[in-house]
C-alpha cells in the first residue's frame, strides 16, 4: 500500500516493511484554472477525436504517445483508463518495446503505433511514406482522418502535461470523461 502525506512524500507500507520514496514534486502552472476554456476546448477536442475509434486501440496511442513524449501524468492516465477498460498489464508494458515485441498486437495496432510515433517524432520534418501507407491498408480514411486527430490531440495534452510538470499518481480511471 502506498500513502502520501500531506508534504506529499510517499511511502508504500507492507506488514515487514517500510520504503521512502521521493517527495512528489509540485506542478509549476496549474494551466486549467488560468486558461479554463483552453481546458473546456481541449476536452471537446479530444471528445471530437476519439468518435469511430476502438477504445482500447486509442488507449494504446495514447500511452505510446506519452512514453515518447516523457509525460508522466498521461502515461500514468491512460495507462489506468486502459486497464479499466480491460487491457492486459502486459500490452501496456511491452509498449515501451512494441517493434521488438510485435506478437503483443495485431498488424492494425501495430500500424497505429507505427504513425503514432511518426506523427509524435517528427524528426524527418514529416511522416514517412511507408508508415502513412501501412496505417492507410489499415484503417478506412474516416477511422485514418480520427486517428491522425487523435494523435495530434494526445500530444497536445502532452506539451500542457509536460510543459507545466503535472503530478501523476492522482487521476482515477475516467475522471474526465
Not at 28 to 41: D, Q
Request: charged fraction near 25%.
Amino acid at each position: 500500500m502506498t500513502t502520501r502525506s500531506d508534504d506529499g512524500t510517499a511511502a508504500a507500507t507492507t506488514a515487514a516493511t517500510a520504503v521512502e520514496y521521493a517527495p512528489e514534486h509540485t506542478p509549476r502552472l496549474r494551466w486549467t484554472e488560468h486558461a479554463p476554456e483552453v481546458f473546456k476546448a481541449m476536452l471537446r477536442l479530444d471528445a471530437a477525436a476519439r468518435k469511430g475509434l476502438d477504445a482500447k486501440l486509442l488507449e494504446l496511442v495514447k500511452i505510446r504517445a506519452s512514453q515518447l513524449n516523457h509525460c508522466a501524468l498521461c502515461v500514468d492516465m491512460h495507462s489506468k483508463d486502459a486497464l479499466a477498460g480491460g487491457e492486459s498489464v502486459e500490452r501496456i508494458i511491452q509498449l515501451s518495446a512494441w517493434e521488438e515485441s510485435e506478437h503483443f498486437y495485431t498488424e492494425q495496432e501495430l500500424a497505429a503505433l507505427a504513425l503514432t510515433e511518426a506523427v509524435t517524432v517528427l524528426t524527418d520534418g514529416f511522416v514517412p511514406d511507408a508508415v502513412y501507407e501501412r496505417a492507410a491498408k489499415h484503417f478506412a480514411e474516416a477511422e485514418l482522418a480520427q486517428l491522425i486527430a487523435a494523435i495530434a490531440v494526445i500530444n497536445a495534452w502532452n506539451r500542457f502535461g509536460v510543459t507545466c510538470r503535472l503530478v501523476p499518481g492522482h487521476y482515477q480511471p475516467g475522471q474526465y470523461t
